[in-house]
C-alpha cells in the first residue's frame, strides 16, 4: 500500500487560486491512474480530475478550463492547480491512486473559498 500525503489547501476569496500536491511514498510509475475527488459536506465525493500513467487527463464539467492536473514522476508527486476559484468549489479534497490491485486514498485537505 503507498501512502499520499495531501498538501495546499486552505482558504482563498472567490477568483484566486490554489495549488495542491499529493506525494506518494512510493513510485508513481505504478499507478494506473492518479486523481482528485472532493467531498462537500452532506454530498457525496465525486471526481474532480484524473491523469492516468500515459498522461491522459479528464476532468469533471464544472472545473474544466479553470483546474489543470498534472504530474512529476521523479518526485512521485501529482498536483491540481486551481485558478478561477468559486465558492461551490468549497470542499475537502481527496488524492487517490489507482492501481491494479485496488486503489489508495489520502486523508484529504480542506479548501474553502469565500465570497
Known amino acids: 500500500q503507498v501512502q499520499l500525503v495531501e498538501s495546499g489547501g486552505g482558504l482563498v476569496q472567490a477568483g484566486g487560486s490554489l495549488r495542491l500536491s499529493c506525494a506518494a511514498s512510493?513510485?508513481?510509475?505504478?499507478?494506473?491512474?492518479m486523481g482528485w475527488y472532493r467531498q462537500a459536506p452532506g454530498k457525496q465525493r465525486d471526481l474532480v480530475a484524473s491523469?492516468?500513467?500515459?498522461?491522459?487527463?479528464n476532468y469533471a464539467d464544472s472545473v474544466k478550463g479553470r483546474f489543470t492536473i498534472s504530474k512529476n514522476n521523479a518526485k512521485n508527486t501529482v498536483y491540481l492547480q486551481m485558478n478561477s476559484l468559486k465558492p461551490e468549489d468549497t470542499a475537502v479534497y481527496f488524492c487517490?491512486?489507482?492501481?491494479?490491485?485496488?486503489?489508495?486514498w489520502g486523508r484529504g485537505t480542506q479548501v474553502t473559498v469565500s465570497s
Open positions: 487517490y491512486a489507482r492501481r491494479v490491485l485496488g486503489t489508495d
Open positions: 512510493g513510485s508513481i510509475f505504478s499507478f494506473n491512474a
Open positions: 491523469i492516468t500513467s500515459a498522461d491522459s487527463t
